[in-house]
């Protein structure tokens, strides 16, 4: 009789338990249901449109002439970009960016190769072209008139493009696009512009040919081209998915923007390679002086910087240490260890931190 009552309560908390299990079930879809029709209507006058052939069009020609006002706001960004590149303040070479107004006329380039329209891509490409200009122009009259030699960590990290700016460009220049097509969110041009940089590089050309260095020139242009090539290939593509032209119009630019993409990716994969090669042998050097070096007993490591230098590999370190606790033997097989780890031909450059400081006043 026990076994049987036990067994009857278990069987009624059970069931009391799944009741109020769906008891609450049916409570939420009620609350769910009540939600959904206070909510509900007839929404498609929200739905975002593709805007029509003849607005962009207006659009896209009105951003694709060179006006007075396009090549003052290009100028003034072009100050302010190089400006910003010798001060070396991201803050201002990010405004430059925002009143930049040259990522107009390159979406016209991309639209025009869409639709086949040679009038538009002449006048679009013109004023890429006369906007270039000025804007290298005024930063290299600003550069000679400032006179400062030193190349900033801003103006160094637009000289060595890579693989990855290619990406960018190429994902910009689809929101950009896309951007132009959807009137309701044309509030994202600006991030577009900000993402893609145009006018840094060009800034960075003009400081290269006033301070006659070859190689910040070279690099800008060579960022500046990818992502010019980048934007009027990803745009043409989203141009086309947007039923702006037919591929049969479009195949020309796409087949030549395809061979310009192929082209500048063997630099820029080369460069993402060295990029790639340096990051891991920093982490391996970095490694090995902490951790198993002769030195790494005797001092901290504060700073590591490798170079290249025909062929050996360039290992800078700062390190902090009492005082007299490092000799040159230390140094040697520090040397010797690095290069047997290392497989290479490796030269050592050793700072120790405290350094003596000295202070002899000039005489009365």
Do not use: C
Request: aromatic share 6%; hydrophobic share 50%.
């Amino acid at each position: 009789m026990l076994e049987n009552g036990a067994t009857s309560t278990a069987w009624w908390q059970a069931m009391t338990q799944r009741y109020q299990y769906l008891k609450m079930l049916a409570r939420l879809r009620r609350q769910k249901r009540k939600l959904w029709l206070s909510n509900s209507g007839d929404w498609q006058w929200l739905k975002s449109k593709p805007a029509t052939v003849a607005s962009l069009n207006r659009l896209l020609w009105r951003e694709s002439v060179p006006s007075l006002s396009f090549f003052v706001m290009l100028t003034l960004s072009g100050v302010i970009s190089t400006l910003g590149l010798l001060a070396g303040s991201t803050a201002t070479v990010i405004g430059a960016m925002i009143i930049a107004p040259l990522m107009g006329p390159i979406i016209g380039i991309a639209y025009a190769i869409a639709i086949s329209n040679r009038r538009l891509m002449k006048r679009a490409g013109l004023t890429v072209l006369w906007g270039t200009v000025a804007t290298i122009a005024s930063s290299m009259v600003i550069a000679k008139l400032i006179g400062l030699q030193v190349l900033t960590e801003e103006i160094l990290l637009r000289t060595e493009p890579t693989l990855l700016d290619l990406m960018v460009a190429m994902a910009a220049g689809a929101a950009g696009a896309y951007a132009k097509s959807r009137k309701y969110i044309a509030d994202a041009f600006p991030g577009v512009a900000i993402a893609v940089a145009l006018v840094p590089p060009l800034s960075t050309i003009g400081i290269g040919l006033a301070l006659l260095n070859s190689a910040v020139f070279g690099g800008a242009s060579l960022l500046f081209v990818t992502n010019l090539i980048g934007i009027i290939f990803s745009g043409i593509l989203v141009f086309l998915w947007q039923r702006y032209g037919t591929l049969e119009r479009a195949q020309g630019g796409i087949v030549l923007s395809t061979l310009m993409m192929v082209v500048i990716g063997i630099p820029l994969g080369l460069s993402l390679n060295k990029l790639l090669v340096q990051a891991n042998s920093r982490e391996r050097v970095g490694y090995l002086v902490r951790n198993e070096m002769p030195l790494s007993n005797k001092a901290e490591l504060r700073a590591l910087d490798l170079q290249q230098k025909d062929g050996v590999l360039v290992v800078i370190l700062d390190v902090v240490a009492p005082a007299n606790s490092i000799s040159a033997g230390d140094v040697r097989a520090s040397q010797a260890f690095l290069a047997d780890k290392l497989k290479r031909s490796v030269e050592l450059h050793l700072r120790v931190i405290p350094v003596e400081e000295f202070l002899v006043p000039a005489s009365p």
